[in-house]
């Protein structure tokens, strides 16, 4: 775990990048932050979790890191170990993590809860939704910690790459550190309800648009032409072909649209 910081004093923010070693996106925009050395606000630590996934440019070592909190120290998997570290790293500090999907090219913000961080920082942020995980947050970096996760765009992309920095820009211009405005968008809220099973097949087919409504009878998904098919209207999260190996991805609910404020005349 490489841990840098820019400003002084003790940091009540922090950016996350490498936690999957295959997703390098957030890598690059900190070390951008580190070339350049902006000056700060508030001070703001800067982490490349996992360093050796990311070195063997693999998404995991043992485990899946995002899915190994809070960790221990005493854990046979090095991801175990590293998010006990990781964790104690952070402490209070409110998080922003850095990731890359396969399932969908634009931007889009996730939270343990719709809290008012969530409400006031998403969407101030170049993201097209941002999604509730619910009961599906067992494991991951917010069930431990404040944090806000963004999936900067297609992994291994150079747009994710580039979408990274300009979200984390975004974050830390929202939270008073980096000077300057944000431009607020009305922005579409999902709450997770289910996963999708994958079943072990040679072939997977997806027949929808992520965030966009499947109306009941709907085929959604198919593995060797089997089609799964909409039993009740659903809006599709994280849905790929490729993303997961035990799941397509996961079923979702539009619960509010958080409107921008209006403007003062």
């Known amino acids: 775990m490489r841990v840098a910081q820019l400003g002084s004093g003790t940091p009540e923010i922090a950016i996350v990048a490498g936690v999957h070693g295959d997703e390098p996106c957030g890598v690059r925009a900190i070390e951008r932050l580190l070339d350049e050395q902006p000056t700060v606000s508030r001070p703001v630590k800067l982490i490349v979790a996992n360093e050796k996934a990311l070195e063997r440019q693999v998404r995991f070592v043992d485990e899946d890191l995002n899915r190994a909190f809070p960790g221990d120290p005493d854990a046979e998997t090095h991801e175990g170990r590293l998010a006990t570290e990781l ?128 109306p009941a009878g709907d085929p959604f998904v198919a593995a060797d032409g089997v089609e799964q098919i909409a039993e009740e209207a659903f809006y599709p999260v994280l849905m790929s072909s490729n993303g997961y190996r035990n799941v397509f991805g996961y079923s979702a609910e539009k619960i509010d649209v958080i409107t921008s404020s209006p403007t003062a005349e």
């Open 87 to 214: 964790v104690s790293e952070l402490g209070d500090c409110l998080t922003f993590s850095m990731h890359s999907t396969q399932s969908h090219a634009e931007p889009f913000a996730i939270v343990n809860e719709v809290n008012e961080t969530a409400t006031t920082v998403c969407p101030q942020l170049p993201v097209v939704a941002t999604v509730e995980t619910s009961e599906f947050a067992e494991g991951r970096l917010f069930s431990t910690v404040e944090t806000i996760e963004v999936e900067c765009g297609l992994q291994g992309s150079e747009t994710a790459a580039q979408n990274a920095d300009r979200l984390t820009r975004a974050f830390l211009t929202a939270v008073g550190a980096l000077p300057g405005d944000t431009v607020r968008r009305d922005l579409p809220v999902f709450r997770l309800t289910d996963v999708i099973p994958k079943e072990r097949a040679e072939k997977y087919e997806v027949f929808v648009e992520n965030f966009t409504e499947v």
